[in-house]
């Protein structure tokens, strides 16, 4: 955790009709509990970027494998903060 995905029947439908997979987006633990509060609050700010994929009507959320943000250089899409151990 956290790198979330973009969620909802309709991103199912898209997914089988394409093959390609879900977007997903790298979040801060704060930014992921925000998520799991509400996981439309932040719709304005993580996009889909696969083309013709839906926003999903679940929003975002899930646990999708990540690389250990200790060793890899990401920040938290939502408020760019940095992401350490801490944020796996």
């Known amino acids: 955790m956290p ?3 973009n969620l909802g029947s309709s ?3 898209w997914h089988q009709t394409r093959g390609d997979g ?3 987006h790298d979040v801060c633990l704060n930014c992921h509990r925000k ?4 996981s439309h609050v932040f719709d304005e700010v993580l996009k889909p970027y696969n083309v013709g994929e839906p926003h999903g009507e679940n929003g975002w959320g899930g646990e999708v494998e990540h690389p250990d943000y200790e ?3 990401y920040s938290c899409e939502v408020c760019n903060k940095p992401l350490k ?3 796996n």
């Open 3 to 5: 790198r979330v995905e």
């Open 11 to 13: 991103v199912d439908e």
């Open 22 to 24: 879900s977007s997903t």
């Open 35 to 38: 998520l799991i509060a509400n």
């Open 71 to 73: 060793h890899e250089e």
């Open 85 to 87: 151990y801490g944020d």
